[in-house]
């Protein structure tokens, strides 16, 4: 049994690489982190919302559909990530917020050792390009889906003078 996921999620998906622990930030019903377990992009996930009924869905979800038992999948109500490990090599993920949430998420995301961050705001795209820049974020790759009569942009980001393959 596996999640449907929408376009826009799939792209999520497709843009993640292997990484010991995702982090999903804003998760909802965590249908993006549950398909990276189960298709062995990561062997840990912290998914994490600031509300307790769509973390109650997640944990539902993750409960029914992931196929390894194995993984280690964490819940947690929040705001951010503040009270994720900073020395886990992670692959983050905040999609589905605006550009002002997202930049406040990750204005110390260099404290951290992330591999990648997934983003895609609901506003102000240009923004959050040059916000990157500011903090020394380098873009990999843009992806642009059309859905529900919607254009979603998702960022795929390293740290600045980072080698990429």
Known sequence: MSLKLSKRLAKIVDMCENVDTIVD?????????????????AKNVIAIDNKNGPLDICKRNA????????????????????????????????????????????????????????LSPHTKITELIKFLSSINIQIKSQETVFEDDKYYYIIKATKGDQIVN
Do not use: A
């Open 25 to 41: 930030v804003g998760t909802d019903h965590g249908k993006v982190p549950i398909t990276l377990v189960n298709l062995g992009i």
């Open 63 to 118: 409960e029914i559909y992931i196929q390894n038992k194995d993984v280690s999948f964490r819940t947690l109500l929040s705001n951010g990530i503040n009270d994720v490990p900073k020395n886990t090599e992670t692959g983050i993920i905040i999609t589905g917020i605006g550009f002002d949430n997202i930049k406040e998420i990750i204005k110390n995301i260099n404290e951290y050792n992330f591999k990648y961050l997934i």
